[in-house]
């Protein structure tokens, strides 16, 4: 599997062409978020300016393109991208195969992103270490595309 070149979690990517939501979208996107983490056991970053940062990039995507784009990685061509495959439409393949956000906007109550599901030559297990989840009976509703039976 190939990943995109990750850029700045908490403040989108200027050059990728994120741009100030509308206020519409950042609040369907943060109610989103809150559901989400619910439903996958997971936390909001213990620095709230990581969550608020983050926050804006898909609710700008919700508005440009009327779905919300992960914002932490570049894209050639976001329309393109979206045609293609809905893999990095929050929340992610990588979300729900391996419970992994690398933006950490859906993380452990410590603030780290769970990677004990991840490939071992995974960026986020060379970054973390093995960070285990918490609630391993929640999320991944995507395992059964990774997992062995
Ligand atoms: S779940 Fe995936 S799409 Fe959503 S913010 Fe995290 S990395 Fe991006």
New binding site residues.
């Given amino acids: 599997m190939n990943y995109p070149a990750t850029g700045d ?1 908490a403040n989108g990517d200027p050059a990728n062409g994120d741009r100030t939501p509308s206020d519409q979208a950042l609040a369907r996107m943060r109610k989103y978020v809150d559901k ?1 983490r619910e439903k996958s056991g997971t936390s909001a970053h213990t620095d709230a300016y990581v969550t608020e940062g ?1 926050v804006m ?2 609710a700008a995507h919700i508005d440009e393109f009327g779905r ?6 570049f894209y050639a061509d976001k329309t393109a991208e979206l045609a293609a495959s809905r893999r ?8 729900k195969r391996f419970k ?7 993380v452990t109550a410590v603030g780290l992103p769970v990677t004990e599901y991840l490939p071992d030559d995974h960026e986020g297990r060379q970054i973390y270490g093995v960070v285990t989840d918490p609630t391993p009976d929640k999320g991944r509703e995507a395992r059964h595309q990774v997992d062995p039976d």
Wanted: hydrophobic fraction near 35%; proline fraction near 15%; aromatic fraction near 16%.
């Fill in positions: 979690p989400y983050v990039g898909p919300p784009l992960c914002p932490c990685n990095w439409v929050c929340a992610c393949d990588e979300m992994y956000c690398h933006c950490l906007l859906f």
